[in-house]
């Protein structure tokens, strides 16, 4: 867990990311040979410096998680209903049907047709994938219980291993794009599974050598700063592919994430009720909400950028759900914290 809530480079996340995007365009723009140069180095349509970034960023994610927690799962388990229920089985479904309806519908006028499928893929990408270790940091801030925190976030883990690439072809196949399984399922193994059973082991080595206390406490602060370096880094590059589209359609940014906003309120309350309705406590039912409410938006750009390019208008929608995370998660903490009275005390 994280010692003192969100750090200084997490709060001010929506900064920096306008920041990267400034300057990746800028060398798309004035030096377009370093994007050239960059997108030679592929593997099977994967940007190998990409994927190390991304690598750099879900690594020291997946080592928070304690997957020895799943032995209390049978513990107080509506609270991972809520999530479990919300995470796979409404959010997908509901972040396709709002974004189509604004893609297609209310902004019409304002999106060419192509580009409103590339949107609308974005958004299904995020919407498929459930956050992961900002949850701890979420779960923190509205004094969460950190344990049952854990279970939630570990089991959610393994579902996206079995639930993620099928929920995200079939979305994409009734919205009309086609996909590569081969490539999505090669991103699957490289983004989730690679890293999700390499930071297994790394916790479990560490932990058995040198103790639970020395491997919260110390190791993962070495790597305090890696996921958030990974990140900026990996924007600069994408919006230096991503600069004409940027530079001819500046106003699309904030239509993306007029929908993606929404889905992120709507997706948070569902889960919220559910769990007042079901009379859980407090610090089980808004790390709940904001596990659904969050994405795994490393997981996102990443798939994106395997299936269809970091030059497409697919990753620069997942990169807008990085863009407004940040200032509507803290909005969401701010309301779970004023509406702790709404539920048991014990």
Not at 158 to 164: D, E, G, S, T
Not at 255 to 280: D, E, M, S
Request: with cysteine.
């Amino acid at each position: 867990m994280e010692k003192t809530g969100i750090s200084f480079f997490e709060k001010y996340l929506t900064f920096w990311v306008i920041l990267c995007m400034a300057f990746g365009v800028l060398i798309g723009r004035f030096l377009p040979f370093i994007p050239i140069f960059l997108g030679k180095f592929e593997y099977a349509r994967v940007s190998i410096p990409i994927a190390i970034l991304i690598w750099l960023m879900i690594y020291p994610m997946m080592m928070k998680v304690d997957f020895a927690s799943i032995r209390n799962v049978g513990k107080n388990p509506k609270g991972l209903y809520v999530t479990w229920i919300t995470n796979w089985l409404i959010k997908p479904f509901t972040m396709y049907l709002i974004a189509w309806f604004f893609f297609f519908v209310v902004f019409k006028s304002l999106i060419p047709t192509e580009l409103a499928r590339s949107y609308l893929a974005g958004a299904i990408l995020l919407g498929a994938a459930p956050c992961t270790a900002m949850v701890f940091v979420w779960s923190h801030l509205t004094k969460g219980n950190p344990a049952y925190t854990v279970v939630q976030v570990a089991t959610n883990d393994l579902i996206i291993l079995v639930a993620f690439t099928p929920i995200v072809a079939f979305l994409l196949g009734i919205s009309g794009i086609r996909i590569p399984w081969n490539t999505l399922l090669l991103s699957v193994v490289l983004f989730v599974v690679i890293p999700l059973a390499g930071g297994a082991f790394t916790r479990h080595r560490v932990i058995k050598r040198k103790g639970e206390e020395y491997f919260n406490s110390t190791f993962l602060d070495k790597f305090k700063n890696v996921t958030i370096g990974g990140l900026l880094l990996t924007l600069v590059i994408i919006f230096a592919f991503q600069g004409d589209v940027i530079l001819h359609n500046p106003l699309h940014i904030v239509l993306i994430a007029i929908p993606l906003t929404i889905q992120t309120f709507l997706i948070f309350f569902i889960a919220y009720l559910a769990a007042r309705k079901l009379r859980l406590l407090h610090n089980i039912a808004a790390p709940a909400g904001m596990i659904g409410a969050s994405n795994f938006f490393e997981l996102s750009v990443a798939v994106a950028i395997s299936l269809f390019g970091p030059t497409s208008p697919v990753a620069l929608a997942t990169i807008v759900g990085v863009l407004v995370e940040v200032p509507v998660m803290l909005t969401l903490v701010k309301i779970a914290n004023r509406t702790s009275h709404w539920f048991p005390s014990h």
